[in-house]
């Protein structure tokens, strides 16, 4: 039996937030939606609570042990960069960290 190709969908990736909005936070971390590593569809991963203990409208995820805090997933999906660029693996650091099969089917579905 063959072994089953793993691909970068679902997995959690490292970048500077300016790449995609007018924001200067470094390490903000990204799930990736597609399969294409030289076009990919990604969407930010925030904390579930604002500033104010309200929770955010945001897409609520499990515990993975490279998020430090309770997190959730932003609806908006970044197809390109701010300057109009397709989004590039090789601009983004890599993690261990992968969504599971039910956390990315609510992405998905939403």
Do not use: C
């Not at 993690?95 to 599971?100: D, E, I, P, Q, W």
């Amino acid at each position: 039996m063959a072994r089953r190709k793993r691909y970068i969908r679902g997995k959690v990736y490292l970048i500077n937030d300016s790449l995609l909005v007018k924001n200067t936070k470094n390490n903000r971390r990204i799930v990736v939606i597609n399969n294409d590593r030289s076009n990919m569809h990604v969407k930010r991963i925030t904390s579930l609570y604002d500033k104010n203990g309200k929770i955010k409208d945001v897409i609520p995820i499990e515990k993975y042990p490279d998020l430090p805090k309770p997190s959730g997933v932003e609806k908006k999906t970044f197809r390109k960069t701010l300057k109009g660029k397709p989004i590039q693996e090789k601009f983004l650091r890599k993690t261990k960290t992968r969504l599971n099969k039910w956390d990315m089917s609510k992405l998905i579905k939403k």
